[in-house]
């Protein structure tokens, strides 16, 4: 039960992730910033839970990154998606509407 | 393609750590300084912005071991650094560590080596179809049955559903006509004896049913050894026929290569047919055989079911015998045991001590090591926490603690090895090993000290890892509990406590004394023990053995052609040719250089003696058969005597002139002078036979009268342990002539050098015959004890070892309390407490504990020291010595072990202490 709950937490997080650098690269905290808008607040993603995502996706194969200069010229890790990391967006999409769909049906049943 | 994309990432991680490292540190930095940009920017102080970007954050170090732990191959990585981490610890506390593997490696090592023997000896099958439905009939005195009961019990028995035996007694044959001339050992079988131990020959036949019966052709089975020795393993020996004692024999197979001999006495090198009596009645005009027999119980019978049986059997059979041995035979009490026990038989008692010895050492080691890491795991509470806190999860603090414990017993394991090889290797090299080229080894595996399956004792596989297993056990029971209370602890707490020192709860001192105690009381039982053996050996070896067995060479010629020969008795030599042969040896041993005496005689010193010689004081007529009394008589040379050095006390030694034609003359020891002649023998006169009788019962003894011409001091036959029977001493020339004739030579230097002239010398006079079984007389005082000296040694060193490491667990705890109780020692201190007061009061506490054991140890052993009877001589199982010794050395020890930390307590530093605070 616990595991079948992490798992949809953790998938809900890559998936918002690699929703983020749809548009192009960003950093760690322009990642954070990103999701929060696009979600509109809903998540607050925190470094304890975003650093160890990023770097298991990058493992993954899905985003690569580079060192680059921040808007502020401080040096900063830059993340962006790739090939397989854009065809992984729509895996995940299609399993995220899935659970949605079977969410929202077990919602209004009863 | 993901799964290929992480391994490789896994092997990034593991090649290029440093800087995978320095790259994440970065990008959290990263992360902050943006963050705390953004603010100054919007007009925060800098410091302000930095601190509230940094608590923004969370933990920095939780979320970069986070993403350690994320890490493709981190399991890898984090087991690695856990085994780092380990050995680190393993050198830092370098005390802890040489103290924890070497009372673990030990008590394995010890514990491993005598399981394995035990298991070994008494607890693994026999190698033979269906062993433990194998037994012995014996009486309950393990002698053998008569063969013409054998002959009725083989066939009538119901609880077996084979009967097979063998004769008790081998023949020691002469084989001549291959290469030089050896003597072997031959046992008389039955024909089922191999089939229904399951044993199939690897060349030829087995016996027939037909050749278990007298008067058929002489054939023999020959084993593997001797096959390979002296006939190169010759598959085509079958058919072909060999010489003993000049007579031929047909050989009709070979035995397997590993098969053992079922007695505890015999390892033949061939095997003869049983030639048994059709006859089956009981009487004293013919020869009776002893046979050893051995039998398989039928499908559902058991062992007590047979010895019920058996026990009617001979309550009937008795019936049958001459009325003179009719009460023997209606009291006789019949034993049927497993084949196991009886092979075993005597060397049960001390293994079992020893079991119980080395049980207690690995006990005490093991409640060493618990004392150890239940103290280690207190004092790193403080950086259990701080792991903790720093973002180690539980499971990873608890993965630790068992690397780090399994790391701990490899090391114990490895040194236990060593150990347990080197007294599996004491215990199969203990005795000595015949120096003669015979492939017989009879000799030298009847002196291992537990017998003939000591030569397969080797550490056991199983043994050894669950010596480990235990090992293993201890050390992460004990140092895993702790930790895991220690991990459930709110941080802050444990931190705080742990950085006061506070002492480890009451519990805990509880456990750890409670466990001291035990050590101590086990360590005194075993001193109790040792004590107990090692009196017992000191006063054996006290015990004047009557004879001086420095500067002595003996060795064993069979001059023998077939005198009374089991079953196909050659037709023996005349009188005359031994004679000749004997008065052609002597002067030539006598020649030999650096000899000073030499003599021949039928017996050794320490060799058993057979009652067999009639006694009779002289007027007065043959009493009947059940009256009887029976005497041994050695016949010897004349400078026998000053050979074996033992000290004549009246009377004169016999001379060359004590011949055939002189009257016949005996020398007679103490014992015997005050057992018959009541102390003065010399020139009393009895009559004895004239010839060594086979048979003990016969009415037809030829008596003749003997003078007594001398009295010589006794010696302790059988081992300095026994009693002193009372014996006599006849003139060879006046005796029977002596098939197994016996060497001893008194040498000016040491007598090892003498072994190949006298080789040479022997067969210069009769190629035909073997000499054997040559050992100085100190190798064969040495052998009589080595059994008991090896228990006494094992006993003894266990003792020790138990007494060291309760010394050690003493010191162990005292310096771990006072370590913990610093601050108090200060407080005291401060308060006006003298030195010697903190001294006395860790001492009262040591006091208290070690007397505690001691009496729990004293007590037990007053119980259990009465199971050692049966291995003290001249000492009571309650000996005070003993007792008040194994008390007076372990409180000694124990007491000088706790006060090193009772001294350190009392150098307590004040200003040290209170400046800690």
Redesign the interface.
């Known amino acids: 039960m616990s595991a079948v709950k992490a798992n949809l937490l953790q998938g809900t997080l890559d998936l918002l992730i690699l929703k983020a650098l749809g548009p192009g690269e960003l950093?760690?905290?322009g990642i954070s910033r990103r999701i929060e808008l696009i979600t509109r607040g809903t998540f607050l993603v925190?470094?304890?839970?975003l650093?160890?995502?990023l770097?298991?996706m990058?493992?993954?194969?899905w985003l690569r990154s580079h060192?680059g200069e921040?808007e502020?010229n401080?040096?900063?890790?830059f993340y962006e998606l790739t090939k397989?990391g854009t065809k992984q967006i729509e895996a995940e999409t299609e399993q995220w509407a899935r659970v949605a769909m079977g969410m929202a049906n077990a919602l209004k049943a009863v | 393609m993901q799964t290929l994309s992480r391994f490789m990432a896994g092997l990034r991680n593991l090649l290029r750590q440093p800087q995978i490292e320095s790259q994440l540190d970065d990008e959290v930095r990263a992360y902050v300084d943006i963050v705390s940009d953004e603010r100054i920017a919007a007009g925060m102080s800098p410091s302000e912005a930095r601190r509230t970007a940094l608590a923004e954050f969370g933990g920095i170090e939780q979320t970069k071991q986070a993403v350690r732990d994320h890490r493709a191959g981190a399991l890898i990585e984090t087991c690695l650094q856990d085994v780092r981490y380990a050995l680190r610890q393993i050198r830092l506390n370098r005390g802890f560590t040489l103290t924890a593997v070497i009372t673990l490696g030990l008590g394995i090592g010890a514990t491993s080596a005598i399981f394995s023997a035990v298991y070994f000896l008494l607890l693994k099958p026999l190698p033979y179809r269906d062993a433990n439905r194998l037994v012995t009939i014996t009486d309950v005195h393990s002698a053998p049955l008569l063969d013409p009961d054998f002959i009725v019990a083989k066939s009538e028995s119901k609880s077996f559903d084979q009967v097979a035996g063998f004769h008790h007694m081998p023949s020691n044959d002469n084989l001549t006509g291959v290469g030089d001339p050896i003597r072997v050992t031959r046992a008389a079988v039955t024909a089922n004896f191999f089939s229904m131990l399951g044993v199939a020959p690897q060349v030829g036949r087995n016996f027939l049913s037909s050749e278990d019966w007298s008067g058929s052709p002489n054939v023999v089975m020959l084993s593997d050894r001797l096959w390979r020795n002296k006939f190169n393993a010759d598959s085509g020996i079958v058919g072909k026929a060999i010489t003993l004692n000049g007579a031929s024999y047909t050989v009709i197979g070979v035995l397997p290569r590993y098969f053992s001999f079922p007695s505890p006495f015999l390892e033949p090198d061939l095997y003869g047919s049983a030639a048994l009596e059709k006859d089956t009645t009981v009487s004293f005009t013919k020869q009776l055989w002893s046979i050893q027999a051995i039998a398989h119980l039928r499908p559902g019978a058991t062992v007590e079911q047979a010895q019920a049986e058996m026990q009617a059997f001979f309550q009937a059979r008795a019936q049958g015998y001459p009325s003179v041995l009719a009460d023997w035979a209606k009291s006789r009490r019949i034993r049927v045991e497993t084949l196991q026990r009886h092979l075993t038989g005597d060397e049960r008692k001390p293994l079992f001590i020893l079991l119980a010895s080395v049980a207690a050492v690995l006990l005490i080691s093991c409640a060493n090591v618990a004392n150890l890491q239940l103290a280690r795991a207190v004092s790193r509470r403080h950086e259990t926490a701080l792991r903790g806190a720093l973002g180690a999860s539980r499971a990873r603090l608890i993965r630790q603690l068992l690397v780090e414990s399994l790391l701990l017993s490899s090391l114990a394991a490895v040194l236990g090895l060593v150990i347990a090889l080197a007294i599996s290797s004491l215990i199969r090299h203990t005795g000595t090993v015949d120096t003669s080229q015979a492939p017989a080894r009879l000799t030298q595996v009847l002196r291992l000290p537990f017998g003939k399956l000591s030569a397969v004792i080797h550490v056991d596989g199983w043994v050894l890892a669950f010596t480990i297993g235990l090992a293993l056990a201890t050390t992460l029971l004990f140092g895993l509990a702790p930790a895991i209370s220690g991990t459930r602890v709110d941080l802050r707490n444990a931190l705080q406590s742990a950085a006061l020192r506070i002492s480890s709860g009451r519990e805990q001192r509880l456990l750890r004394h409670s466990l001291l105690v035990i050590e101590v009381g086990l360590a005194v039982t075993l001193l109790v023990a040792a004590g107990l053996l090692v009196r017992s050996f000191a006063r054996v070896m006290s015990y004047d053995s009557g004879i001086d067995a420095s500067n002595t060479l003996t060795g064993v010629t069979s001059l023998h052609t077939g005198v009374a020969s089991l079953s196909h008795p050659s037709p023996p030599w005349p009188r005359e040719r031994f004679f000749d042969l004997y008065d052609r040896l002597l002067p030539r041993l006598k020649a030999l250089p650096g000899v000073r005496f030499a003599a021949l005689t039928s017996s050794f010193p320490f060799d058993s003696l057979q009652n067999d010689r009639m006694f009779v004081y002289d007027g007065v007529p043959v009493p009947p058969v059940a009256e009887r009394q029976f005497v041994p008589i050695t016949e010897i040379t004349a400078d026998y005597f000053r050979a074996v050095g033992t000290p004549i006390i009246t009377g004169r030694l016999f001379n060359s002139t004590d011949n055939q034609t002189a009257p016949p003359v005996v020398i007679v020891n103490v014992s015997f002078a005050k057992r018959f002649f009541g102390g003065n023998a010399l020139g009393k006169r009895f009559k004895t036979d004239a010839v060594q009788a086979g048979d003990l019962f016969s009415l037809k003894r030829k008596l003749s009268t003997v003078t007594i011409v001398g009295v010589v001091d006794d010696v302790r036959h059988g081992g300095p342990e026994q009693e002193v029977q009372p014996e006599a001493f006849q003139p060879l020339a006046q005796g029977a002539p002596v098939v197994n004739t016996k060497l001893v030579l008194r040498t000016w230097e040491d007598p090892a050098l003498l072994a190949n002239p006298l080789r040479a010398a022997v067969a210069s006079i009769d190629a035909q015959h073997p000499l054997f079984d040559l050992q100085t007389m100190e190798q064969r005082v040495a052998d009589l004890v080595a059994q008991r000296r090896l228990i006494m040694l094992l006993t003894a060193c266990f003792a020790m070892l138990a007494v060291i490491l309760s010394a050690i667990g003493v010191y162990g705890v005292f310096a771990y309390s006072v370590n913990q109780r610093q601050q108090e020692m200060g407080i005291r201190l401060a308060l006006g407490s003298t030195r010697g007061g903190v001294l006395r009061l860790v001492m009262v506490q040591a006091v208290r504990l070690v007397a505690l054991g001691g009496v729990l140890g004293l007590s037990a052993a007053f119980v259990l020291s009465r199971l050692l009877n049966s291995l003290l001589i001249g000492v009571t199982p309650h000996d005070p010595v003993a007792f008040s010794l194994a008390w007076v050395l372990m409180t000694f020890v124990a007491l000088l072990a706790s006060t090193i930390p009772a001294a350190q307590a009392a150098r307590t530093d004040l200003t040290n202490v209170l400046r800690s605070e």
């Open positions: 950093h760690g905290l925190k470094p304890g839970s650093f160890p995502a770097h298991r990058e493992e993954a194969g060192w921040s502020n401080r040096r900063a890790k397989l």
